[in-house]
């Protein structure tokens, strides 16, 4: 068998030994509680209703108690799939720097023009040193101020 097939038949096995998925003895239970709440809220002065609607009232107890599960199945599938999905994506993350890094014409210089930083950052980087040089001394500035008021 295929990877693919074995990983779905464990799935639906995992789901299928949850409690609430598990033979028939749910969808009855549920059912039971439900039909007569249905039933309930159908019955008019007519004493009949119940009878005349039993087979719809019976159907429309079992779909709502399947989306009911189906809900719940629904839910485990979920993060299964996100997980098959990105189980390998750290491995194949590092394959594709290596492989970009590491390999072909020109791999060194595409290396360094990686490491180095772009003209703008550069620039910016200047301008905050420059920006807190100022600062620095206007701080300096001001301690030198608030010493000789503090001496008088």
């Known amino acids: 068998m295929s990877t693919k097939a074995v990983t779905a038949v464990a799935d639906q096995y995992s789901m299928e030994c949850r409690p609430f998925t598990q033979s028939n003895k749910y969808l009855e239970r549920s059912m039971a509680t439900l039909y007569p709440k249905l039933v309930e809220y159908r019955q008019t002065s007519n004493t009949s209703a119940k009878e005349e609607f039993h087979a719809e009232l019976q159907l429309i107890s079992y ?21 098959e999905k990105f189980q390998n994506l750290p491995t194949k993350i590092h394959m594709k720097i290596c492989e970009r890094f590491l390999t072909g014409e020109g791999h060194e210089e595409n290396a360094k023009a990686y490491l180095e930083d772009s003209s703008e950052l550069v620039a910016r980087r200047k301008d905050l040193d420059r920006r807190w040089e100022i600062l620095r001394k206007a701080d300096e500035e001001v301690r030198k101020a608030l010493t000789v008021e503090l001496k008088l």
Do not use: I, Q, S, T
């Open 63 to 83: 779909v709502l108690v399947y989306l009911k599960l189906a809900h719940r199945r629904f839910g485990d599938n979920v993060p299964m799939r996100v997980d």
